[in-house]
């Protein structure tokens, strides 16, 4: 239903967030909604996602020393303001606030602080990672998932019902969190 990413890919991949299977944009209705997830309004207004058809969400904190204008938007992007909490904004009442417009499902296609904050929140109920024959990374890149996090491999959470697809060249794995099961909205 819906897409999320951080204000750090959103700045870093400049990405548009739409549907294009085979590279070409199509009238499938999903996702219905983007949502940024800026707690300082630092994505410029030139960011692509804003500019693509359909539904942007733009989540910031209120009072953020450092917000910037959330000016010159177009009238498809929705400005939703929420106290600060862990990972920059209150990630539950967000989640909550996607529940109530009827968005059951809600994809995080990053970054690292984003999905770590969600699932420090316990906020996470499936991942599906996809393992490219790529490397990519250095010293000073950040991993795909940041976070508290456990100190130990044995205190790491491991996914149940754990599943793997070849998709081409790539690998899907699917996996559930412990205590969680998937929602499809009914």
Same mark, same amino acid.
């Given at each position: 239903?819906?897409?999320?990413?951080?204000?750090?890919?959103?700045?870093?991949?400049?990405?548009?967030?739409?549907?294009?299977?085979? *590279?070409?944009?199509?009238?499938?209705?999903?996702?219905?909604?983007?949502?940024?997830?800026?707690?300082?309004?630092?994505?410029?207004?030139?960011?692509?996602?804003?500019? &693509?058809?359909?539904?942007?969400? /733009?989540?910031?904190?209120?009072?953020?020393?450092?917000?910037?204008?959330?000016?010159?938007?177009?009238?498809?992007?929705?400005?939703? &303001? $929420?106290?600060?909490?862990?990972?920059?904004?209150?990630?539950?009442?967000?989640?909550?606030?996607?529940?109530?417009?009827?968005?059951?499902?809600?994809?995080?296609? *990053?970054?690292?602080?984003?999905? *770590?904050?969600?699932?420090?929140?316990? $906020? /996470?109920?499936?991942? &599906?990672?996809?393992?490219?024959? /790529?490397?990519?990374?250095?010293?000073?890149?950040?991993?795909?998932?940041?976070?508290? *996090?456990?100190?130990?491999?044995?205190?790491?959470?491991?996914? &149940?019902?754990?599943?793997?697809?070849?998709?081409?060249?790539?690998?899907?794995?699917?996996?559930?969190?412990?205590?969680?099961?998937?929602?499809?909205?009914?």
């Amino acid at each position: 239903d819906a897409v999320m990413i951080g204000s750090g890919t959103a700045l870093a991949d400049d990405p548009r967030l739409t549907a294009r299977p085979g *590279g070409e944009l199509t009238d499938i209705p999903r996702p219905r909604l983007r949502v940024l997830v800026d707690t300082s309004g630092q994505v410029p207004p030139s960011a692509r996602m804003f500019w &693509e058809p359909g539904a942007v969400l /733009v989540a910031y904190a209120i009072r953020s020393e450092d917000a910037g204008p959330l000016i010159g938007l177009p009238d498809n992007v929705e400005k939703l &303001e $929420l106290p600060s909490g862990y990972g920059g904004i209150d990630l539950v009442m967000l989640i909550d606030e996607l529940g109530t417009r009827g968005l059951g499902t809600v994809v995080v296609e *990053g970054g690292g602080r984003l999905i *770590g904050s969600l699932i420090d929140l316990d $906020l /996470v109920d499936k991942v &599906e990672a996809y393992i490219a024959p /790529v490397v990519i990374g250095g010293a000073e890149s950040p991993g795909p998932v940041a976070g508290d *996090g456990a100190e130990r491999l044995r205190d790491a959470p491991r996914l &149940e019902r754990v599943t793997t697809q070849s998709l081409g060249p790539d690998t899907l794995i699917t996996g559930y969190v412990p205590g969680h099961t998937d929602h499809i909205p009914g």
